[in-house]
């Protein structure tokens, strides 16, 4: 992961007790969540512990303390810097989108989201199963709000409809297929099965 999560999805990073300042600080706490990063990919939720932790940052138990109260709150951090990257790779995918139809559109968006998901497979697949243990809300609404309005640059105009709903629509039904099929079996077959569906599932939602 390599520098400190400085990210724009949780700004507040309310799941810290303090935000680093110094260089070193920085460094410290990109250790951290790193090293949670790995470990949540090499063991069970259950067995992963601060002292783990910290021991395999190389730091003391008493400066992970110092950022963080619990093995919840570094696992936070991770899914923020997960989610931060995330959004600054779709957002910069989707500025280079050209003016063309919305099919055409359409098509790419859906690659770029399987795309980014197929990067750190492992790590999303650890996470998929302690995510509904913690309170990370607050995260995935801006990430959410800042993907929505990526999207929105892009989408046709669609008189009566609520273009924001529409976009939200379109978002968080995309992020969620993308879990549910990445995480699963996989097979190039599969994929392209699933890509047909989402094309059908969002074109036709466009449709006026």
């Known amino acids: 992961m390599g520098a400190a999560p400085t990210t724009h999805t949780n700004p507040e990073k309310k799941y810290m007790l303090k935000i680093p300042v110094q260089k070193r600080s920085k460094e410290t706490v990109a250790s951290i969540v790193e090293s949670c990063a790995r ?7 259950h067995a992963i512990t601060t002292d783990k932790i910290a021991e395999m940052a190389g730091v003391s138990i008493g400066s992970l303390y110092q950022f963080f109260a619990n ?6 951090a991770v899914i923020d810097d997960l989610l931060q990257k995330d959004l600054a790779y779709i957002e910069e995918q989707l500025a280079k989108l050209p003016t063309t139809d919305l099919e055409s559109k359409i098509h790419a968006f859906i690659d770029i989201g399987f795309t980014r998901f197929h990067d750190n497979r492992p790590l999303r697949t650890a996470l998929q199963g302690v995510q509904g243990m913690l ?15 990526a999207i929105l640059a892009h989408m046709p105009q669609l008189p009566g409809r609520d273009r924001d709903m529409v976009a939200l629509f379109i978002v968080s039904s995309f992020n969620n297929i993308l879990q549910l099929s990445l995480l699963g079996p996989q097979s190039n077959e ?10 059908t599932l969002i074109s036709r939602f466009l449709q006026p």
């Open 190 to 199: 599969r994929e392209q099965a699933v890509k047909k569906e989402v094309f």
């Open 39 to 45: 470990l949540l990919v090499q063991e069970p939720y």
């Open 135 to 149: 309170d990370y809300w607050e995260t995935r609404r801006v990430f959410f709000e800042h993907y929505q309005k």
């Open 71 to 76: 093995k919840e709150a570094i696992v936070a």
